[in-house]
């Protein structure tokens, strides 16, 4: 008997394999965008290794994007340990109808990016500054605070 549908699909071997990139710390892809392609299934809108930057640059006013970033948190010993920040980005131009979907479909996307240590939800660019999720990220960082988070 199979198990109960999945109201949104992220099986595919393209999707699975950019998060992979994303996780490995050997692998230069510290950045991936999923969206809604024109069907309305999920696609890979974006992956790169220019970091936060570069991520944002991909964004369009007029989509629904969930996302991860890795960022590098660096201590006075040298020490460095990725941190990822699961980005979910509903431009201002997105309709009310795609918006309600937002609420319904990002439970699947928060246990597929399993892992992330914070969760920012953008509807501008400036949503996602380097100090706005600075500050979140030093929020939960406990005991063990990093002096500087590299986001490319």
Avoid at 37 to 52: C, E, Q
Avoid at 67 to 80: E, F, L, Q, W, Y
Avoid at 83 to 106: D, E, L, Q
Wanted: charge should be negative; include cysteine.
């Amino acid at each position: 008997m199979a198990g109960p549908k999945r109201s949104v699909d992220l099986s595919s071997v393209e999707i699975q394999e950019a998060w992979q990139q994303v996780r490995n710390d050997a692998s230069d892809d510290n950045w991936i965008l999923l969206s809604y392609g024109d069907n309305g299934d999920i696609v890979l809108s974006g992956k790169g290794t220019g970091g936060l930057i570069e991520m944002k640059t991909q964004l369009n006013e007029n989509q629904v994007y969930y996302g991860v970033a890795r960022v590098r948190a660096v201590d006075d010993h040298g020490s460095k340990r990725a941190k990822f920040v699961f980005i979910t980005y509903v431009g201002t131009g997105v309709t009310p109808i795609r918006r309600a979907r937002v609420s319904t479909h990002k439970h699947e996307f928060e246990r597929f990016f399993n892992g992330y240590h914070i969760q920012v939800y953008a509807n501008s660019e400036d949503d996602l500054s380097e100090e706005s999720i600075t500050a979140s990220l030093h929020a939960c960082a406990g005991a063990h605070k990093p002096q500087a988070y590299e986001f490319s």
